[in-house]
């Protein structure tokens, strides 16, 4: 099958990109490379050194001897999205390229119009170019579980038998985002729906969970890894208390830590976009899947990230910070998950097995941690309408000491 | 009380201003005369000649010796929203300044994105300069019940009682609305009800009926109208059944013509904007009124329009070409209404009595609709990505003849 990737210099997408080839499809990609951008723009890099793209198609030449088709360019430039689909034709099409962080979204009135402006155009110029030069095509487009928010009521996939005054209807389920961004995602949602509504569109929406990982079985060489974010704004908490135990810091669940979320490991991630992607709707339907394995508190993860830096070595502490957030610090959390199952969905990787991964990985890109400490503790404040000044400070008076080795920061720029 | 209305210029904006002068308000406005433009841009203009805006201050300070504070800008321009409610500081404020056309957001791919991106934006703007400049102001932000859809149950005001696999929460109504620019409002409410919870931000969410009407008691003079619009772009179906009785055209409810939506008097919407204003929440709050006063299908209006038309000599046929839209042409329908009510809210205008006064108005200016007859039939189909040929090739080969006396098209550019 030809599977057009748009963010596929992306955490996922380079994964997805690379299991998609293993198993004999077609690949071609798409990226403007502004995560790299944005996650120096908050004074971060990736724990693992990223090779520019070019680098990444040479390696994959070399060790898979696959070509990925690649077009660089912004999702936000209607003529682009429209050149690419009209050349290419995918009979799929996974749409990754977003602003994808929460926190860098909530920075400041500029951080939050960029991030659902450049969503929600993105993704209206891909559903006008589906329509128009591959309507047959199947859209799995990522959304985020974080669009359900945290009711007191198990979450369906995507919608629900409402009864309400004596009637009944079958209903999309209420979105509660806890941020810009994640408002921005169940914007998406709301015109993905529509188009398929309008056009017959086939999509696939992924409410996805949070993924854990920085390796999937294709990924056999240290050039093809994919990137690990830990500081405050692109790192997940998993990564940076992982990160924070390297570094010898306090793990800091923010608030009570009883915030729960679904979570999946990076393989299986990969394995159910790869599932949507090969059985895709049989007609025009517009279908929800909920794509995690398991919930976990904050403070369940930290426990586990202590207890493997035990076997380490390490001895973390734990404390709580103010949450920076506004979201309920303990509340009822059982969304569902059945969609993926009955695809054949089957997990590969439990969470604790995972954590040892990366702790060994981290280790060895140690160096790359340390140069950047300064920038996993939150500044971000949800309260606050402007953290500019606050994330400006943070960063160290003298700026850190030059890496050498692996990882030198020339090999993360958008060379490509 | 020191008022700002986003969209003074325009169809509610230009009547509420006068209302609440009227009621001792102080007013101060905002609009980039877009709507001007745009309805320019699909060849059509209003029934009622628009004086410039100066024109409109000026007959204002004439008639009620009073002055409206005015910023010609753009909602979309951060520095321009910051640098009005930092000199203002308003103690409410109603945004109304939003692309306000369903069809219109339906033309193409461009104008879907410029329909939702500057909604969104306008509206994000407004709420971080709110937190920064006047964090105590009330917003009264004007949303639609076009972003519920026609479900089938009841249609509560904002949220409802939920249960769900056996347990119970207060969630958002889902919502399922029907253009782009009705998922731009469902945006503009998500973005709001997080602000609002965020920042403690009080708030009203008018989910606003189809509003009738082009006369409030405080317009008093020719000079004070609000605009008409007919063609098929901005025109409700109310307006534009009633310019083809005028014009001897048949009248178009679309396809089977028993959709259903809920409607009240612009005199009617005007109180109830006026009593969200003078009642606000008194701590933060995110609440959403459903403002309409009755539900009516389409076939309904076609019919009372015959009716009246009657009345006066006219006697035009019903036709019923497809339905352009996408939507149920026969559902359930029953939002409550019950909050306005709360407040005081009562009928003061029914529909036939303002139906009359339309058709006295419309006959008036009567060489205005001859001038622009050919827009008032549908040419912007939603199951198209592009109508923009459509539209263009539905102008008269030849132009109107230029209308001479009333109305003269001098009046409606943006001189203000």
Redesign the interface.
């Known amino acids: 099958m030809k599977v057009l990737i748009t963010g596929i210099d992306g955490y996922s997408g380079w994964p997805l990109a690379l299991h998609l080839l293993g198993r004999g499809h077609e690949v071609v990609g798409v990226d403007n490379f502004v995560t790299r951008r944005r996650v120096r723009e908050v004074g971060s890099w990736s724990a693992t050194p990223i090779p520019s793209f070019a680098r990444r198609r040479a390696v994959v030449r070399e060790r898979l001897g696959k070509d990925v088709g690649f077009y660089r360019g912004d999702m936000t430039r ?1 003529a682009f999205v429209r050149d690419v689909l009209e050349r290419e034709r995918p009979e799929a099409i996974v749409h990754l390229a977003e602003q994808r962080s929460a926190p860098y979204s909530m920075i ?3 951080h ?2 960029a991030t ?2 450049e969503n ?2 993105g993704t ?2 891909l559903l ?1 170019g589906m ?2 030069c591959c309507p047959d095509a199947h859209l799995v487009k990522m959304g985020t579980m974080g669009e359900y928010g945290t ?4 979450i ?1 996939e995507g919608f ?1 038998e ?4 004596g ?3 079958r ?10 961004y994640h ?1 921005s995602k ?2 998406d949602s ?2 993905v729906m ?1 188009a398929s ?3 017959g569109l086939k999509a696939t929406d992924v409410m996805q969970g949070v993924i854990y990982g920085i390796r999937t079985p294709e990924i056999t060489d240290d050039r093809l890894l994919t990137r690990f974010d830990f500081d405050e704004t692109w790192g997940t908490a998993l990564n940076r208390f992982i990160a924070q135990a390297v570094l010898g810091l306090p793990i800091t669940p923010y608030g009570k830590g009883e915030q729960k979320r679904g979570f999946i490991a990076l393989e299986d991630s990969m394995q159910s976009l790869r599932l949507a992607v090969e059985h895709p709707p049989t007609g025009p339907e517009y279908r929800v899947f909920n794509q995690f394995d398991a919930a976990y508190s904050v403070n369940e993860l930290a426990d586990l990230v202590v207890r493997v830096a035990g076997e380490l070595g390490l001895s973390p502490r734990i404390e709580h910070p103010p949450d920076p957030r ?1 979201e309920a610090e303990q509340h ?1 959390y059982t969304p569902l998950h059945d969609h993926l199952l009955g695809l054949g969905y089957r997990r590969t990787r439990g969470l604790e097995e995972v954590v040892r991964e990366i702790f060994r990985d981290l280790l060895r890109f140690r160096r790359r941690l340390e140069a950047r400490r300064h920038v996993v503790m939150p500044t971000v404040q ?2 606050s ?2 953290s500019r000044a606050a994330l400006a400070a943070r960063a160290p008076s003298s700026p850190p000491p030059p890496p050498t080795g692996t990882g030198a920061p020339a090999t993360e720029g958008p060379t490509a």
């Open positions: 209607w400041d009135v500029h939050a119009v659902q402006v929600l155009t209206l110029h006008y329509r128009e009711p007191n009521v198990d369906p629900f409402v009864e309400f005054r009637r009944k209807d209903l999309p389920f209420p979105r509660q985002a806890g941020s810009w408002w169940v914007f709301g015109d529509f509504r309008i056009w506004v009822y949800w309260r309408p402007d």
